[in-house]
């Protein structure tokens, strides 16, 4: 039923509150509705709910015009939590702002001392002064001034909450909050330099991964496969066994300790396609589609059910070995009616495991991964050809009320050359747009590996990376899915945006193809362009109209801090 101050088109509502929406602890939410008035004065709040049922205080909307008000609240603890409207009438306010005019229009005094009385009295309950502020203005061996001089002193004097009439609420919505590392995450992709190399190798660089700053590592399938180990070939063992030539079982269970001893994550990224050999191929044919190259790939239609449970028994078995993250290759493909059960099942095996999907999917279809339960997907950053590319991928961060951007600056990634060509400066570049543009990133072993040196000085890639990290985890504003501006700039292959989060505020500066010096201008970025502002990678001080690139500082991050 409609309330009497009605509230309608609360914002977010997913597909009619049946999916939640989603932030990670401290990340603000927005909260919209329409709220429709009629002679008097009212107000609106957001009130959240915690999981433990307990209501945390109102916090009030203000009416941005239009009949549209807002409100913008946080939650502080993992879990599911609702939110909803309230509102309600200031109709005891409403008399006190209007009683002096009224009786100046000729409105008879004692009628309108009566009003405010039987508004007063109405608060008794709450508050007992209520009841003799009422009485005192019916009392008529008083001069009517006094009264209305005491009852105006005493709505004057209420707090907030009292004095409202009427009060009416919607219903609740759902609201997910997720660990921060839902949002924010630093990967690295492990991919050892030699065809043979082990997880005992890969375990060997962990403490140099933790070293630059990253928080999770990611490792190619490691299922025993009919190709070379470390790749994403047709598996030939059994989706939970290591290929024997990457190592043993305990081999990965050393891995997970020691990640877990510097502070690193695990995540592994799943392959669905499976050669002649494979367990499950011979156990349940009939759920498999021939590919034409001597290989099947599941299909979820053949017998969802059975499917569903062969994902969710790999997924849980690996994450009770401590894997904490999986990448699912092109989970768009799949039936999002799947999904939705597989992750919603996974979610109660293993509340803590991060799903990121990785593929080319539409901003819709991350959309409604994101609704079914993937923590982030990735945007084709890497498949950018250009400034035009790479600024309509950051256009898309924050864009979505769920979607969670994981941006990947790696080689081999997609279908430019511009990472597998290029030399350091090239590399770090590109590294920098992916780390600062997102809260989620990653990166490669592979773009330290520079064929042969520079003419010209260059950056340390892997120097670089760390510094990148650094920064990350001193600005909050690099760690929101809100806050980014792009910047045009009057320099073909320079990209220039800005990331704030309250006083939190840095403009980055990136030549995408760094073949030689350049001077470029950003105005209207931070301040006035004759303002100087410092390069936090290198000390360096600099004004907007005149920026210095070159190959050996490719990118500038600019902060006003004094």
């Not at 499950?280 to 099947?296: I, K």
């Not at 569903?308 to 493909?333: M, S, Y």
């Not at 950018?384 to 990634?413: I, K, W």
């Not at 990678?537 to 210095?548: E, K």
Request: aromatic share 4%; hydrophobic share 45%; glycine share 10%.
């Amino acid at each position: 039923m409609v309330a009497r101050v009605p509230v309608l088109e609360v914002r977010p509502c997913l597909d009619r509150g049946r999916f939640p929406a989603k932030v990670v602890p401290g990340e603000p939410l927005t909260v919209e509705a329409l709220v429709l008035p009629d002679t008097v004065d009212v107000g609106a709040a957001v009130v959240l709910t915690a999981p433990d049922g307990k209501r945390r205080d109102p916090v009030p909307m203000r009416h941005l015009g239009d009949h549209v008000w807002s409100a913008t609240v946080t939650a502080d603890a993992v879990g599911a939590w609702t939110y909803h409207v309230e509102s309600w009438q200031e109709s005891l306010r409403t008399w006190a702002g209007r009683v002096v005019t009224d009786i100046d229009h000729g409105a008879d005094p004692e009628t309108v001392l009566a009003q405010g009385s039987a508004l007063v009295l109405a608060l008794g309950n709450e508050d007992p002064a209520a009841l003799e502020v009422g009485d005192d203005l019916l009392d008529t061996t008083t001069p009517a001034h006094e009264r209305l001089a005491e009852g105006l002193a005493y709505v004057a004097s209420l707090p907030e909450h009292l004095g409202r009439a009427d009060v009416g609420s919607t219903e609740p919505l759902p609201l997910r909050v997720d660990p921060e590392r839902a949002l924010v995450g630093a990967w690295y992709r492990l991919a050892p330099s030699t065809p043979d190399g082990t997880l005992a190798d890969a375990t060997a660089r962990l403490d140099d991964v933790a070293a630059l700053g990253f928080d999770v590592v990611r490792l190619p399938p490691l299922h025993p496969t009919r190709g070379r180990p470390w790749h994403s070939a047709p598996v030939v063992g059994g989706h939970l066994d290591v290929d024997p030539r990457l190592g043993t079982v305990a081999d990965l269970d050393a891995l997970v300790q020691r990640a877990h001893r510097v502070g690193l994550e695990v995540a592994l990224e799943l392959t669905w396609t499976v050669a002649p050999g494979h367990p499950w191929l011979e156990q349940h044919a009939g759920w498999f589609v021939p590919t034409g190259d001597d290989t099947w790939r599941l299909d979820p239609d053949a017998e969802p059910a059975g499917v569903l449970g062969l994902v969710l028994e790999t997924l849980v078995g690996w994450a009770d070995r401590g894997v904490g993250a999986f990448v699912v290759r092109d989970a768009h493909h799949w039936p999002l009616g799947l999904w939705e059960h597989v992750l919603r099942e996974l979610a109660a095996a293993a509340p803590d495991v991060l799903l990121l999907s990785e593929g080319d999917a539409s901003p819709a279809q991350a959309h409604a991964l994101a609704l079914v339960g993937f923590h982030q997907t990735t945007p084709a950053l890497h498949d950018a050809l250009g400034l035009a590319d790479v600024e309509d991928v950051l256009a898309g961060v924050g864009r979505g009320s769920v979607t969670r951007t994981h941006l990947v600056a790696a080689p081999g990634g997609g279908r430019a050359s511009t990472l597998d060509d290029g030399g350091a400066a090239t590399r770090c570049a590109w590294a920098a747009v992916a780390a600062l543009g997102s809260p989620a990133w990653e990166t490669s072993s592979t773009l330290e590996e520079v064929d042969g040196p520079s003419s010209e000085p260059e950056p340390d890639v892997a120097t670089f990376l760390g510094r990148l990290n650094e920064l990350r985890r001193a600005h909050p504003a690099l760690r929101r899915r809100r806050g980014l501006v792009l910047h045009r700039v009057h320099h073909a292959g320079v990209l220039a945006f800005s990331r704030s989060d309250g006083e939190d505020a840095l403009l980055v500066v990136v030549d995408l193809f760094p073949a030689f010096p350049k001077s470029v201008g950003v105005p209207d970025a931070l301040g006035a362009p004759g303002e100087r502002l410092q390069d936090e990678l290198d000390g360096t001080w600099h004004t907007l109209d005149a920026l210095t690139l070159d190959p050996a500082h490719p990118v500038r991050v600019l902060t006003a801090r004094r």
